[in-house]
């Protein structure tokens, strides 16, 4: 049977994109593979968190993960600081890579904008950990968001590169899951930049959180064109926003952006938009309901995810142990 591995940050509240993108597609997954699914705070750390937000944070999304659907049962959800693996395969990881592989990642340049130089050396290492984290379980599926492709191709550098330098064959090649209409979903205030939680504007964003009034009035204020939607796809080439608006339609309607166009060519957004609002609204509402419940019992979200680390530590640790005999690390008797 397939492993399966994914992670999200706790940077913040999950975004629509968040959810289109990566979470939605976990749920049935859970039911045809071993799924783990992480939490990956050290991750987060690589950019300022406040520690009581990033708690805060770490439990929100937690809770939201088993709104979505994700089930204790089915899958081994976790954090990923309380498995230490993680790490301690993450410095092998880091003797692995190269510098010149590492300077090539488009989200390190991303994120660490202009100012290079005050970038923290985590935030640059940060593909190796990932790597890590796939490949301490020997997990070959990875879903994903569009965005992460290039780190799932690091990592398998530093998984061939490794089995080479040590001539075994070792760490498997992993391949990433990347489904969805909506694989990318865009801010709604610039349609050419990715719906994100560190967004500084909130208004560039649906939370999964948000509720129905917030909902209306992000999507009401959402940039748009004065342009009627087209019948077909094809033409609405340079009109970033509304295809993303299209998109997210389709995505929560189960559709998609064709038929979406289809059925509304000739409409304007101030038609559109109030439609967009309903479907949102219906798909989300359960969601954020979940979300509420789970996080008045702080106690019993802690204890489910003692448990998935428990069992992840498990799959981990002889991985982690056979990879520091391959690497010569004297065991410890
Ligand atoms: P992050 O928020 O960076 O921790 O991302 C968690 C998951 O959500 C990853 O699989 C990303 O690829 C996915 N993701 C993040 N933002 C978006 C977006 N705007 N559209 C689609 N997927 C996204
Ligand atoms: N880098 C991913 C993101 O920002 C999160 C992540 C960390 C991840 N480790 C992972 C995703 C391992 C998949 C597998 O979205």
Known sequence: MNRVFSGIQP???????????????????????ECLFCIVD?????????????????REMAASLLACGLSPDRCVLFVQSHVAAHA??????????????????T???????????????????????????????????????????????LANDIAEKFNHDYGVDFFPHVEPLIQG???????LRDGTR???KSDPSDQSRINLNDD???????????????DLLPDNLAALEGR??????????????????????????????????????????????????GMLRLLEDAPALDTALRLGAEKAEAMAEPILKRAYEIVGFLARR
């Open 11 to 33: 940077s913040g509240v999950p975004t629509l994109g968040n959810y289109l993108g990566a979470i939605r597609n976990w749920v049935p997954l859970q039911h045809t593979a």
């Open 42 to 58: 050290m991750h987060a750390i690589t950019q300022r968190q406040d520690p009581r937000e990033l708690l805060a944070n770490t």
């Open 88 to 105: 301690q395969l993450a410095w092998v990881f880091n003797c692995i890579a190269r510098l010149g592989w590492l300077n090539r990642m």
């Open 107 to 153: 989200q390190f340049k991303d994120k660490a904008g202009k100012d290079r130089e005050a970038a923290s050396t985590g935030l640059y290492v940060y593909p190796n950990l990932m790597a890590a984290d796939i490949l301490v379980y020997h997990a070959t599926q990875v879903p994903v968001g569009d965005d992460q492709r290039q780190h799932l191709e």
């Open 181 to 187: 209409v909506a694989a990318r979903v865009m801010s």
């Open 194 to 196: 990715k719906m994100s």
């Open 212 to 226: 129905s009034d917030t909902i209306a009035n992000k999507i009401k204020r959402a940039t748009t064109d004065a």
């Open 240 to 289: 970033a926003e509304a295809r993303n608006l299209v998109g997210i339609l389709a995505a929560v309607t189960g559709s998609t952006p064709e038929a979406v166009l289809a059925a509304h060519a000739g409409k304007g957004f101030g038609a559109f938009k109030p439609m967009l609002t309903d479907a949102l609204v219906a798909h989300l509402g359960p969601i954020r309901a």
